[in-house]
């Protein structure tokens, strides 16, 4: 069964830091892998995908890395802000369809 | 700025009663995704089209649940009769259609079945 495991549950830190949040996943055969920002009462927004050739995509201050050999994903964001507290949502999509696995998510949150 | 539209955006109900829930895809999307977000299970697929046809519909309980696209502008999600443990947000996304594309969320509808 394809599955996406996501860590830490929840983290908290404070504004201007770093953090970095890890992604496993067991689907196959891998299409792509996502990273969504769910913000309390909205619907996911897409912050980066990345193909099996894909290692490392940035997107402002967060920047998405792949290693597809040992499937793992993480993503790293950068001095963070304030608006950063959400929900930081891992999916992977199985080659040649477009469902997709979801993981249960970090809730981060940043405190000035 | 497209979007994807969902309606209504809160219901609460009784258990037992039909409800229905609408979706406008973004203009020129051709592939509808309906999902389900709980505490406990996370983001959940329930079914999705492509041009208007199902391509699948496994993870919703047959039963009572029922989704259908009318129109390229409109999928809607039906639940008869309703029960507490639907209880959950329902989001609809839209996107182009091919493996690798982005799927556009809309904001949801948050369902209470009491």
């Known amino acids: 069964k394809n599955q996406v495991e996501q860590s830490p549950q929840s983290l908290i830190i404070l504004e201007g830091k770093n953090c970095t949040l890890q992604?496993?996943?067991?689907?196959?055969?891998?299409?792509?892998l996502r990273w969504y920002k769910q913000d309390t009462g909205r619907g996911p927004v897409s912050l980066t995908i990345?193909?099996?050739?894909?290692n490392t995509k940035s997107n402002g201050r967060y920047t998405a890395t792949l290693d597809a050999d040992t499937k793992q994903s993480s993503l790293h964001i950068t001095a963070s802000q304030l608006s950063d507290s959400a929900s930081y949502i891992c999916v992977v999509s199985d080659f040649g369809n477009e469902k997709l696995t979801f993981g249960t998510g970090t809730r981060l949150t940043i405190i000035p | 700025d497209a979007r994807v539209t969902q309606t209504p955006r809160h219901k609460v109900t009784e258990m037992g009663q039909e409800v229905t829930m609408r979706c406008q895809p973004i203009l020129g999307h051709n592939t509808v995704f309906w999902y389900r977000q709980t505490m406990m299970q996370g983001l959940e697929l329930l079914a999705y089209?492509?041009?208007?046809?199902?391509?699948?519909d496994s993870g919703m309980p047959k039963d009572r649940f029922s989704a259908e696209m009318p129109d390229a502008t409109l999928a809607t999600l039906k639940i008869q009769p309703s029960e507490p443990r639907d209880s959950a947000v329902y989001f609809c996304?839209?996107?182009?259609?091919?493996?690798?594309?982005?799927?556009?969320f809309g904001p949801g509808t948050r369902l209470t079945v009491t």
């Open positions: 992604c496993n996943y067991t689907v196959s055969p891998f299409s792509n």
């Open positions: 996304a839209s996107g182009r259609g091919t493996g690798g594309s982005e799927q556009y």
């Open positions: 089209f492509r041009n208007r046809a199902p391509l699948d």
């Open positions: 990345m193909t099996f050739s894909e």
